[in-house]
Every structure is written in C-alpha cells, then in structure tokens.
C-alpha cells in the first residue's frame, strides 16, 4: 500500500481502480515502406475505424443534445470519406512510398491551409474541422484512445490537471472521483467534482504510469489522501466510511419536497448551478428549485466551432422544457483567462483573468453575443429563463447590452418569433468596481448574482488558479463579507433580487449568515442542495443576529 497526500476539494469516499487519463498528442514521423498496397489498405481500415468510431458519437449526441447538436459528427463522417482527401493520402503513399501516418497528416495540413485561406467564411470554418478527423485518424492508425475514458466500469480518474474542455467530453458515469497532481482548489475539475458530488483531490504527486494504472485504489476526500493498492484493514475501513456516507444521503432525501423556509418564516431559493444537459439528472434528483447558473460557455469549450443558433437553441430548449416552468438563469459566454477554445484566436496575454474575457469578448464581437442571445430568447418561449451577464463593471457596459437584447428583439419580432418579451436581465457582482456602483447598477437589471470566486481573486489581488497561493486565499476574508452585505442591501433598495452563485454560497459555515444578510437565493452544486436545505429549516434569523449583535 502506497499513501499520496493531496488538497481535498470534495469531500466523500471513493473505492475503485485508478484510470490514468493523458493527453493525445500525436508526433508524426516520415519512414519509407515497402509495401504500398499494404499501407493504402491500412489507411483504409483506419479510415473506416474513424467512420465507425463519428457514427457512435453521432448516436450519443443525439440522444444528449438532440439532432441539430449531433449534426457535427455527421458532418465529419462525410469529411473522413471525401474523395479528394482519401485520394491525396494515397496518392503520397503511392507516389513517396511512405508511411500513411505522414500522407495523412500532410493531407490534413495541406487541406487546412487551403480551407483556412479561402474567402467564404463558411469555408474558413471547415479548417477546424479537418484538423479534428485527421488527429482522428491518426489515431486509429495508431491505435490511441479517444481522449476519453475507456472503460467498462467506474474509475477513479488521476491525471496531471484537466481543462474545461478535457471534463467536458468525458462520460461522467465512468467517474468515481478525480485526483491531479496539479490544479487549484476553484479549477474547473473541483468545480466539475462538485457538480457530481464526488470526492476529489489536487496537488497529489501520485506518478502518472503504468505504475499505478488499473490498481485498487481509495481516495478520501476528508482526509486528502489517496490509497493506492490498499491493505485489508483500510480498505475495510474505508468501505465502512461509504456506507455511513449512503445513511447520511437516505437521511437528506426525507427534505425533499420540503420548502426553503427558516423557522421565523424567511424564505430563500436553493438553486442549481450545472454546465450542461448532462447535468440536469442531478438538478432534479436533488429537489433543486431551477437553475441560478448555466454555464453557457461549456457549449463553447465542447465544440471545434462557433454553435450557431439552432444548436444553442435546442439545448437551452431541452432544459427549459426540462425544469417544467423552474427558473433558469442562463449566463452568457464567459469564454477567456483558464477557459480558452482554439477558435476564438484570442490573443495571448500577459495577465489573461484581467484580460479579453467573457462581457467583454461579447461586446466586441457583437455578432457572436447577438447569436447566442437569439438563442436564449427563443428559447425563452418554452419556459421560465432568465439571461445573466459576467464580469460586469460599470453601468455604461449594461447600456450597451441592453441596446444589443433590444436590436436582437426586434430582429425576431419582424420574422414573427415567439419568446418572453418581459424576460428578466440580471448581472453578475464579480468586481470590487461592480460593488461600488451597485446602486446604479440595480436601476438597470431584475437581478444581481455574486460569483464570489472572482470576486474573492480580484478583491485579494489573488490568482485562485495559483496553487501556491491557497494558503493566502482567504474566501471569508472580512472584506468579502462586507461586499456580500453591500450587494445584497443595493439590490433590495432600487427592487432588485440578489442571489449566490459563486463557490461559497455552497460553504455550509456561512448560510446562517447568508440568510441573515438578506440573500432571496442561493445557486450551488446539485448535491449541496438539501444539506443546506436541512440548515435553512433548522435556523432562526432572528435569534441568529441576536446572537451575532447584528
């Protein structure tokens, strides 16, 4: 039995075999061959391989995002048969006698830079397209994984970190917890761990081999460890820890059904933050009253080109119709500092979390905003959504968005599209700038929500990405506190509603305090939902600022 020590960023037990996930990366080397008719046929099965391997991903799609969001990996399977690509690969094996591995990947360079030049804008963006079959079919050459977790069974994923776009595309019901050996305690794996409700550790020099893939492990999120080939007695142990862990949850699931309401009669909303339709299984199994955040940008991170409207359309129409008239707030792309997708080109800054990123990218590319707002406004007409806006910091911004929701409005006005003409417009207070004018800003929106991740980075001049500051990032930082209590009294005085969608609305420590602030709602994990609820019913306010000297 080996024992790695990590940061826990969830707590819980897991027990299962460890999957070590790695990245792709293909390096392509040129070799002469000697038989060419063996090599074309090669090319063949590996080409038919990727056609296979589109056609099952076209079938998941559908099933998840329905036809017009699976339509891409139809796309590609045409792209993979194209006459002209299939002939240029065979004939540089034929007429160099080299590997099909090098005729592929010159192919793919040589029709990603012819497509990348051409004048068409719909052309243009096909070249990301033949950059992502020919690494598909470089990888069936190979024999490498998808990128993926291939398994047949739960796995305890270890990997050195993951990107937004790497969580994205993995089958959560293969995940029984994440361990990285880097990453911070607000990266977007903890996030995605706390979305599932599943224990997970960073900062765990535990070696990313053959060592230790496939090998029993135990990953305890109470005590940051992670027990790699554990013996009879921890494992007993930990297997009893599970057990109590389920007694606890059949506890929590006598508070469904049960309102949000203290014992002296103050309500709140508990909502569900959620990064896509894979997600809402969990809203709904843990009795969450709507969704205070969907994170639109992982439509973004989940795709090789800019969702047009119809694919945006269909998802948020799928959760819509899905919360049966719940709230959903939706927030708009919130692309830019460690959420980066190749096809924006965004340039490479400096300092890149106080950098081109999210209102700001909408705002200077109006095309891509008003888009993505037709969306969520058709959308609108099949439930109760609510559009949000990120990294907000002065009230002229807010002026110029509700110029462009107005110009989107009446473009679907003069074709005859239904949606909620009376929808509610609502900002987040992420900025020590948007705390300052707050007055000002509740004049102009429905609703404020506090992403107190970035609020806490920007306010304490910390980088919450950094791993080497953890011990300096300071979440109940007095100044926090005091922003929270300002925000919630701006929003109250102009009628506004205030809300928490930001980390620590889900701190247990601090939902007394919350409710004493005056907050109407609460956004967090899915599986945060009813151990908060079990507090709210169990506190008095009054007695609690009593005790306080509030």
């Keep these: 039995m080996v ?15 460890i999957y070590v996930y790695t990245k792709q990366e293909q390096a392509v080397k040129r070799y002469k061959i000697d038989d060419v008719e063996e090599e074309k046929k090669r090319y063949g099965q590996a080409k038919e391989k990727t056609i296979e391997q589109l056609k099952a991903l076209y079938d998941k799609a559908v099933k998840e995002v329905g036809e017009h969001g699976a339509e891409i990996f139809m796309a590609h399977q045409l792209m993979v048969d194209d006459d002209d690509f299939v002939e240029s690969v065979e004939s540089i094996i034929e007429t160099e006698g080299v590997n099909a591995e090098y005729a592929v990947a010159t192919t793919g360079d040589n ?11 719909y052309f243009r963006g096909r070249a990301a397209d033949i950059k992502d079959i020919t690494e598909r079919i470089l990888n069936a050459l190979s024999g490498a ?12 994923v270890v990997a050195d970190d993951l990107a937004p776009s790497e969580t994205v595309q993995m089958d959560k019901d293969k995940i029984l917890s994440f361990v990285t050996v880097h990453g911070s305690a607000n990266s977007h794996t903890s996030i995605l761990a706390k979305t599932m409700s599943i224990p997970a550790l960073i900062g765990c020099p535990v070696p990313l081999s053959d060592e230790v893939n496939g090998l029993m492990a135990v990953v305890d999120g109470y005590e940051g460890k992670l027990y790699v080939d554990p013996d009879t007695e921890v494992l007993a142990k930990k297997k009893e820890l599970l057990l109590k862990e389920e007694e606890k949850k059949n506890l929590l699931e006598r508070l469904k059904g049960k309102e949000n309401i203290t014992l002296d009669g103050q309500k709140i909303n508990l909502y569900a933050n959620i990064g896509n339709t894979k997600d809402l299984g969990l809203v709904l199994q843990n009795d969450a009253g709507g969704i205070g955040l969907f994170r639109s940008e992982f439509i973004y991170l989940g795709s090789d080109h800019y969702p047009t409207e119809e694919e945006q359309f269909v998802i948020y129409r799928q959760v819509a119709q899905t919360l049966a008239g719940k709230k959903v707030i ?11 997708a190749d096809y924006f080109e965004l340039p490479k800054e400096e300092n890149p979390a106080m950098g081109l990123r999210a209102i700001r990218i909408c705002l200077t590319r109006p095309e891509v905003f008003k888009t993505q707002l037709r969306a969520i406004l058709r959308a609108s007409a099949f439930g109760n959504i609510s559009i949000m806006f990120p990294m907000i910091i002065s009230v002229e911004e807010v002026k110029k968005i509700k110029v462009i929701v107005e110009e989107v409005k009446k473009e679907l006005d003069d074709v005859g599209a239904e949606y909620d003409k009376n929808i509610e417009l609502g900002i987040m207070i992420e900025t020590p700038a948007a705390v300052m004018v707050a007055d000002e800003l509740a004049e102009e929106v429905d609703f404020f929500s506090v992403g ?11 980088d919450r990405q950094n791993q080497s500051l953890d011990e300096f990032y300071d979440s109940h930082h007095p100044a926090i506190m005091r922003m929270l209590q300002m925000i919630a009294d701006a929003a109250h005085r102009h009628g506004a509603w205030a809300g928490i969608c930001g980390e620590l609305g889900a701190d247990l420590s601090l939902t007394k305090e919350f409710l004493a602030m005056g907050y109407d709602e609460l956004s967090v994990s899915p599986g945060r ?4 609820r079990k507090t709210v019913i169990e506190t008095n306010v009054s007695e609690y600022k009593k005790e306080t000297g509030r």
């Design 3 to 17: 024992i790695y020590e990590g940061k826990a960023v969830f707590e819980g037990i897991a027990i299962g075999k």
């Design 111 to 121: 029709f990603f830079k012819m497509f990348s030049e051409m004048e068409e804008e």
């Design 145 to 156: 994984g998808q990128g993926g977790i291939v398994s047949d069974e739960p796995v305890i």
């Design 330 to 340: 939706i927030r708009t792309l919130d692309i830019g500092a460690d959420k980066q």
């Design 452 to 462: 107190t991740n970035d609020l806490t980075q920007y306010t304490l001049a910390i």
């Design 529 to 532: 939902i009813l151990p908060i």
